[in-house]
């Protein structure tokens, strides 16, 4: 059986690992806006949900990259969700440009504007996030980036009775590598109980 | 199209919300033992990667439920990959019982030791972390654990050509409520490059 003492593991290696038994990982596509006025787009998958009262975001930047100089330097990102049929268009955007390239341009993506920051979306994008900075913070060789979503957006193609319909929503999981895959069979588990009453 | 104001949004509603657009998240089936010696699993959706080197991973406690009770007092956890044929003993894990309770007995689980840490791990895992706390921070109404990962191990099932067999290891994915997926194609996509060398 494959054991390894992280102590061992050279640092492509605990990459290798980590994004292969970390999955499926959602994708956040954070929008930036430079000081320059140039827009910036960028799939990060160290992304999850912090808290609901009130609710934060974080992604984690890898690098110093133009999301994470933007973010620090406007105080301000969005994130629109990945589906399907954005694939391609979402890889095309993880391309290592530099910083006055506008990467909407470079991956031949419409933009909206957000509602309540100045910082672009995706225009085709399923549902956005609009967030101010909450923190940033480095941790080992990541950068956290926190975000108190202010606003969302959901389109109604993938809003069903008061809710995200999952089916028409479309989401894609990042694996490892330059893996992808949408989502099989939706199983639907009740909440479990128990005699405790819990 | 629904938009939403953060300031507008009731708790339950920004958890509806946030859940069933951060998607697919993976998720951190969490081992840990309390200082009485009851061994505790319980999943976490909020889990992600933050740094390679050193490895660490961060998952999110909402509210106070024995598995954070128990690592501010050990200091140690794991975490074991949960995959399709384990879909249905994860979510018996999720039921809240009294902290005297075994959860392995609950849920008529096979346990085995962890190799450096004293914490149990899911036997028929076809994967585990076993993690040293790094840090315990509150955001919001999260805890945030950080994990610094000790040790890796990998079942020979999931293991091919020295990594991860996607298709093997069948990692599930969290939607929102208590919604689940499989992984669908998987689809593999060049990394790309551009003609600023990226």
Not at 20 to 27: A, G, K
Not at 113 to 140: F, N, Q, Y
Not at 168 to 186: D, F, H, K
Request: with cysteine.
């Amino acid at each position: 059986m494959p054991t390894f003492d992280a102590a061992d593991l050279s640092t492509a290696d605990a990459y290798a690992l980590l994004t292969s038994l970390v999955v499926p990982r959602p994708i956040a596509w954070v929008g930036t806006r430079s000081r320059e006025g140039v827009d910036n787009l960028a799939p990060h998958s160290y992304f999850t949900v912090v808290s609901s009262d009130p609710p934060i975001v974080v992604f984690v930047s890898v690098g110093t990259k133009d999301t994470l100089s933007n973010v620090r330097d406007t105080g301000v990102f969005t994130i629109s969700v990945v589906s399907r049929p954005q694939l391609v268009a979402m890889n095309a955007t993880a391309a290592r440009v530099p910083p006055d390239v506008d990467e909407f341009d470079h991956a031949d993506l419409a933009r909206a504007a957000a509602t309540t920051i100045e910082a672009p979306l995706v225009a085709g994008a399923p549902a956005s996030l609009e967030c101010d900075v909450h923190d940033v913070r480095e941790v080992g060789d990541g950068t956290m980036v926190f975000g108190a979503v202010r606003h969302v957006t959901v389109a109604d193609r993938v809003w069903r009775d008061g809710a995200v319909d999952m089916g028409r929503l479309e989401p894609v999981g990042r694996l490892a590598a330059s893996q992808y895959a949408p989502l099989g069979e939706i199983i639907a588990l009740d909440r479990p109980t128990t005699e405790y009453g819990g």
